[in-house]
């Protein structure tokens, strides 16, 4: 790889039994496609079997396997720690289908970027004594090893779009993986939020418009070319919605009853890099949320913008459907919000965005499907004949009053 200093291990370490099992794994179909995950795993080996955890910081990862400059702020630049979780899970897979038959173990402990090699629990129909024995002899093939550096303390501050996980999200390279309903869900509310309440938490992303001019002058919505100037301080960035506001209320209550958590972040500060292995929730319209607007655009209903009014255009019309769905300018007494579920970067990875007309709308739609009665009436529609929750555009309608959505309902939805 340009840029990065990874060097050919010594003789010792490739006469290591432990460095012939690194090089089955980067040799696999898991490994094969990935260089620089390659890069990353030939290193930190290096460093275990050579007992030099010192070596194998983040900051040093960062220079000599990614080819960041000495010095640069690893908390700011998550390259490292995002590609950490990737070999995680690629090691995960590896030893589960193709060294499913490995004596030794390698694995990342996470907080740590120091591999340890350990013999796997071998089970054989000869019994115990047998079993024990060739315990003994993956003991005797794995030399001993030090216990790896404590992992840096680390701040989570985002940075903008990474251009890898950008060009995959821009390029569509998206794939579903299904998800079936958990058969032991107490609430509809529970079994449509599954991929969410469980494992790593998803990132929220709510809406962060850029816009010109300050608070005496009045503001406007900058042009979205600016959004690569923001820094220069010409521009204000730290503005979001009452509904977003509202939206990210709700989620809290819904997550904390389920004892789940997220990570919120709003749309500027979004990283890529990081936000490409994660299931990710979008607060807001592609309008307000820029980083929305990395990934392709729904494909049933878009949402279209004119000095006087928006409205999603419906492309697909049913009988009886309009061509655009509209909303009121003065008074505004309803609102239209686009809820859908997509496929993630990765294949177990999962996309859901509420995106309303207004901030309203957005509101609106995400009180939506925290109720259990409307997230029962989503799930019969797009649930499959196998149980299986399959990716959707809907359009959902909300009444206005006081500034406050009322009663919401959905007007139609596409099952993909």
Request: net charge neutral; with cysteine.
């Amino acid at each position: 790889m340009p840029g990065s200093e990874v060097s050919k291990p010594d003789i010792q370490t490739r006469n290591d039994p432990r460095w012939a099992l690194v090089e089955r794994i980067a040799g696999s179909v898991h490994f094969k496609t990935s260089a620089r995950l390659s890069q990353f795993l030939f290193y930190v080996a290096d460093c275990a079997i050579r007992e030099a955890p010192d070596e194998a910081t983040e900051q040093q990862i960062g220079i000599r396997v990614f080819g960041r400059l000495p010095g640069y702020n690893s908390s700011e630049d998550s390259i490292v720690r995002t590609h950490a979780r990737l070999l995680r899970q690629k090691l995960d897979s590896y030893f589960a289908e193709d060294g499913a038959n490995e004596k030794i173990l390698l694995e990342m402990p996470k907080g740590h970027y120091v591999p340890t090699f350990h013999p796997r629990e071998l089970h054989t129909r000869d019994g115990h004594g047998q079993a024990a024995s060739r315990m003994e002899e993956a003991h005797a093939a794995t030399p001993s090893l030090a216990p790896p550096a404590p992992a840096r303390v680390r701040r989570r501050i985002a940075m903008m779009a990474g251009v890898t996980a950008a060009v995959l999200l821009v390029a569509g390279i998206l794939i579903w993986h299904p998800w079936r309903q958990p058969q032991l869900a107490s609430s509809s509310v529970e079994a449509f939020w599954h991929p969410f309440l469980t494992g790593e938490p998803p990132i929220v992303i709510f809406s962060n418009a850029l816009f010109s001019g300050n608070s005496i002058s009045g503001l406007k919505y900058a042009a979205p070319q600016s959004a690569s100037q923001a820094s220069d301080g010409s521009y204000v960035d730290t503005y979001t919605g009452i509904g977003e506001l509202a939206s990210v209320y709700n989620l809290t209550r819904l997550f904390d009853s389920h004892h789940a958590k997220f990570i919120l972040k709003r749309s500027l500060l979004v990283t890529w890099d990081e936000a490409a292995v994660h299931n990710l929730i979008f607060i807001g319209s592609r309008a307000e949320n820029p980083s929305l607007r990395v990934l392709p655009e729904t494909t049933d209903f878009t949402m279209v913008a004119a000095p006087d009014s928006a409205g999603f255009v419906n492309h697909n019309p049913k009988a009886g459907e309009p061509a655009i769905y509209s909303r009121p300018e003065h008074p505004l007494t309803s609102d239209y919000a686009v809820l859908a579920l997509v496929p993630g970067v990765q294949p177990t990875t999962h996309i859901l965005i509420f995106s309303g007309l207004t901030t309203f709308g957005t509101q609106a739609a995400v009180e939506y499907v925290c109720q259990p009665e409307n997230a029962a009436e989503l799930l019969k529609k797009i649930t499959g004949p196998k149980g299986d929750v399959r990716p959707f555009e809907a359009v959902l309608e909300t009444t206005i009053a006081g500034g406050v959505p009322l009663a919401t309902h959905l007007v139609t939805i596409r099952i993909h």
